[in-house]
């Protein structure tokens, strides 16, 4: 399975990237798709999730900045993410999980986003 994630780059605040997210190798579907962040010296974060059936949820942090989207004819997922600021700085990673008993999730290599004040 690999996930290859794209978009990332450096960017002043206010404005904005598209980050993109193609899965291939799955066997099975994919049930949810997200975008997690990892700052520097910081966990971890859940950014955005979309389901299957296109609910969305939104970090309180990015709620009404960034939006999540999927294409699920191309195993794609994306993120909008506009009017960026200095704290949007991390790495970026998408995730998704597979349909199945197991719900496995898998990870990709992470995109850099810098965003310069």
């Known amino acids: 399975v690999q996930l290859q994630a794209s978009g990332g780059g450096l960017v002043t605040a206010g404005g904005s990237l598209r980050l993109s997210c193609a899965v291939s190798g799955l066997i099975r579907s994919i049930n949810a798709m997200g975008w997690y962040r990892q700052a520097p010296g910081k966990q971890r974060e859940l950014v955005a999730a979309i389901t299957s059936g296109g609910n969305t949820n939104y970090a309180d942090s990015v709620k009404g900045r960034f939006t999540i989207s999927r294409d699920n004819a191309k195993n794609t997922v994306y993120l909008q993410m506009n009017s960026l600021k200095p704290a949007d700085t991390a790495v970026y990673y998408c995730?998704?999980?597979?349909?199945?008993?197991?719900?496995?999730?898998?990870w990709g290599q992470g995109t850099l986003v810098t965003v310069s004040s």
């Open positions: 995730n998704v999980e597979e349909v199945g008993p197991l719900a496995l999730h898998y």
